[in-house]
């Protein structure tokens, strides 16, 4: 149960200043103001990371999850599957000379 607490926190508190600092030097070199440049690159995802790991978003978060996750998990793979077959020259599904299982 820590562990589930402790995640979210630990990757944001070591990936967000590592982003903010390579977005603020790039915003430098491209000609931005200095402080406008840290607005951009550190104000703003600091606040909008706090605000969306609040737990304000946890149910469409989940839900937004679940969808990502079943279509990465079942529909890819049968997209992938047909288009591999399709460019293999075989039927899908078939059995043909470019089908799984050969």
């Keep these: 149960r820590v562990s589930l607490v402790a995640c979210p926190l630990v990757l944001n508190l070591t990936s967000i200043p590592v982003g903010c600092i390579l977005v603020r030097q790039n915003l430098v070199e ?3 103001c200095p402080d406008r440049a840290w607005q951009i690159a550190v104000a703003v ?3 909008l990371s706090l605000t969306l ?4 978003l946890d149910a469409r978060a989940e839900l937004l999850g679940l969808a990502a996750s079943g279509v990465v998990n079942f529909l890819a793979p ?3 599957y047909v288009l591999a077959s399709v460019r293999s020259g075989s039927e899908p599904l078939a059995g043909g000379r470019g089908g ?3």
């Design 30 to 32: 491209s000609g931005y």
């Design 45 to 47: 995802p600091w606040l």
């Design 53 to 56: 790991y609040s737990g304000a």
């Design 78 to 80: 049968c997209v992938l």
């Design 100 to 102: 799984v299982g050969r």
